[in-house]
């Protein structure tokens, strides 16, 4: 169903069969997905091209964003080195020879520049379609996969990250989805704090995801464009049962780290994650893909990043265009007003602009890169290499 201008609605079969675009020219009506609103506003613009300190970047996607293209790496290094980021953590490293592979991709060329995160193979050689067969169904699979950790730590990985298909996805021998606290990961949880692996997962998605694709919902655009990004209904957990879920996996296991993907997929409630981070002290966060989140709550978003400032990581969810990473820099650096924060039209995750947070430098600097120097192994090293090489790149 699409909304027009003064209040008619028709559906999208019938603009399928309307002979005149709904494009709002010459007294037609406008369909709400050709609206693009020009802002009015005339407020200071800050457009800042890099990060004022080093970054490392500890959520991006290598593997599936650039399906392994020595080009569009050559490039993204290229975007790297304008925009001042030192580090990328790549999140799709796998297991065995698909990780050896993802490190021949990454470090033949630019070994400093990149770290690696594995993933569980929760299916193993088991047919897709019956779960029944998967790996993840074995007595020992806790335990295997626990060697598996150790063996490619010895690779060079540098943690794990776990994908929101494990809550919302992968599927149990009954059919049911998989319990993120199931006692059977145990060993997984505690294999990575044994090997000083930090575990980043994505648990759950934005609220909106998990409400009525109706008019009362504030990204309707968006999940009318993509109604597969729906988790309503009563054949998924309810956003509240998979954080809990995940947060007793925290709890239980409280000598490995832990990192909340996309502010832990609860940037809409600040006053929640606060209560998180100040119960699971293992617990991190990072704002990948979240800065549409917080940047339209310029005062609560800042007031908890200061007072968390130890506690939070530098994410993007890329790589993305270079034009989204100026808007990142703009948000954590500046006062601006009312900016995008997507170079996308429409933008991706709501049609709203955000507000800059103006963070001082040593905050900036520990999300930047101290604290993923403090949690990632490797990043320290690699960190301090690369700001070797940018004095030396500055001296006269």
């Not at 613009?45 to 991006?60: G, S």
């Not at 990454?106 to 520049?113: A, I, Q, V």
């Not at 209904?233 to 309810?238: A, L, R, T």
């Not at 989204?324 to 006062?335: A, I, K, V």
């Amino acid at each position: 169903m699409l909304l027009l201008a003064g209040g008619t609605s028709v559906s999208l079969a019938q603009t399928s069969e309307t002979t005149e675009p709904l494009d709002g020219k010459d007294g037609r009506p406008l369909a709400i997905g050709e609206f693009r609103p020009e802002p009015a506003m005339k407020v200071r613009q800050t457009n800042l091209t890099h990060a004022k300190f080093p970054v490392v970047d500890d959520h991006t996607h290598f593997r599936y964003r650039l399906k392994h293209s020595p080009e569009q790496l050559d490039d993204f290094v290229g975007v790297m080195d304008r925009n001042n980021i030192a580090l990328c953590v790549s999140l799709d490293g796998r297991l065995g020879d698909d990780f050896d592979d993802h490190a021949k991709y990454l470090w033949t060329k630019y070994p400093d520049r990149f770290l690696i995160y594995a993933n569980i193979d929760w299916q193993g050689e088991g047919d897709p379609d019956k779960p029944e067969t998967w790996a993840c169904q074995r007595p020992d699979f806790g335990r295997r996969m626990s060697l598996e950790l150790a063996e490619v730590k010895k690779r060079g990985a540098s943690g794990l990250k776990l994908f929101k298909q494990f809550g919302l996805g992968y599927k149990d021998a009954d059919a049911s989805l998989l319990k993120i606290d199931d006692p059977r990961w145990d060993p997984i949880w505690k294999a990575c704090g044994d090997l000083g692996l930090p575990v980043i997962i994505h648990t759950a998605d934005p609220a909106a995801f998990f409400e009525p694709i109706d008019n009362t919902n504030e990204r309707w655009e968006e999940l009318s464009r993509h109604p597969d990004w729906s988790f309503y209904g009563d054949q998924f957990p309810s956003r509240e049962e998979l954080l809990a879920a995940r947060n007793r996996v925290i709890a239980r296991h409280p000598e490995t780290t832990f990192i909340g993907a996309h502010f832990a997929n609860n940037s809409e409630d600040l006053a929640t994650l606060s209560q998180w981070l100040e119960r699971y002290p293992n617990l991190y966060v990072e704002p990948a893909s979240r800065i549409s989140e917080l940047g339209r709550q310029p005062y609560t978003s800042r007031e908890f990043i200061m007072k968390y400032q130890d506690r939070i990581l530098f994410g993007t969810d890329g790589p993305w265009p270079e034009q989204r990473l100026h808007y990142y820099w703009r948000f954590f650096e500046t006062f601006d007003e009312y900016f995008p924060y997507s170079e996308k039209v429409p933008p991706p995750q709501g049609l709203w602009y955000i507000y800059g947070i103006g963070l001082p430098d040593e905050v900036l600097k520990k999300i930047y890169h101290q604290n993923a120097a403090k949690v990632i192994p490797g990043v320290e090293k690699k960190l301090k290499k690369y700001m070797a090489q940018q004095e030396t790149t500055i001296e006269p």
